[in-house]
């Protein structure tokens, strides 16, 4: 294999004597700046996150429980169960209620009131992966756990493999007893 290595000296060394230092800083510089360029123009191919939810098109309906804007989620940090073969209250088959919940207050524009709404994560299967929401509406940071959304609630549960999240309204604020 000296052959080899001596054949590439002696090309590298060949364009080292036709190229001086700046020139070859020139011409690499040159191609980076073409390609920051011409990269931003490139097609992306976005229909994958399309398809998960997570690309805003203008369309906010509050009453479609398979949008993140659906008025119940207001603070669901998850995969909708609706988008998983779940429904808005029950987990797709295969999967459990977490036993611990995060609780928010959503306002319902039909009625004008306010519902107590407990998120319960669904468990025992992969992530969906499908509709993933990032409402926070009254969440707070990270250190106080009680009152932080981004938290897997499977983990009291036999298995702590998060799927999706359903929504489940408890009462309407105001409601005593
Ligand atoms: N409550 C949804 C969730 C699950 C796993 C990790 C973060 C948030």
Same mark, same amino acid.
């Given at each position: ?9 002696q090309?590298?060394?060949?364009? @080292? ?7 070859a ?13 011409v ?5 992306? #191919?976005?229909? +994958?996150? +399309?398809?998960?939810?997570?690309? #805003? ?11 993140? =804007? ?16 779940g ?8 999967? =459990?209620?977490?036993s611990?919940?995060?609780i ?16 319960? #994560?669904?468990?025992? @299967? ?12 009254? =969440? ?17 549960? =036999? ?18 007893g």
């Amino acid at each position: 294999m000296k052959w080899l290595d001596r054949f590439f000296e002696q090309q590298v060394r060949a364009v @080292a004597l036709r190229t001086s230092r700046r020139s070859a800083l020139q011409r690499i510089g040159r191609s980076l700046v073409g390609a920051a360029f011409v990269l931003p123009v490139l097609p992306f #191919d976005r229909s +994958a996150r +399309a398809q998960h939810g997570a690309v #805003d098109d203008g369309h906010h309906d509050p009453m479609d429980p398979q949008r993140c =804007e659906y008025w119940r989620y207001c603070s669901l940090d998850g995969h909708l169960c609706t988008c998983c073969g779940g429904s808005i209250t029950s987990c797709p088959p295969g999967t =459990e209620a977490s036993s611990v919940t995060w609780i928010g207050t959503c306002h319902n524009p039909d009625d004008g009131k306010n519902y107590l709404v407990s998120y319960n #994560d669904c468990c025992g @299967a992969a992530s969906c992966g499908r509709c993933f929401c990032n409402e926070n509406e009254g =969440e707070r940071p990270g250190y106080r756990m009680g009152v932080h959304n981004d938290i897997n609630w499977c983990m009291g549960n =036999e298995s702590s493999v998060y799927h999706c999240t359903v929504s489940v309204i408890l009462g309407v604020s105001g409601d005593v007893g």
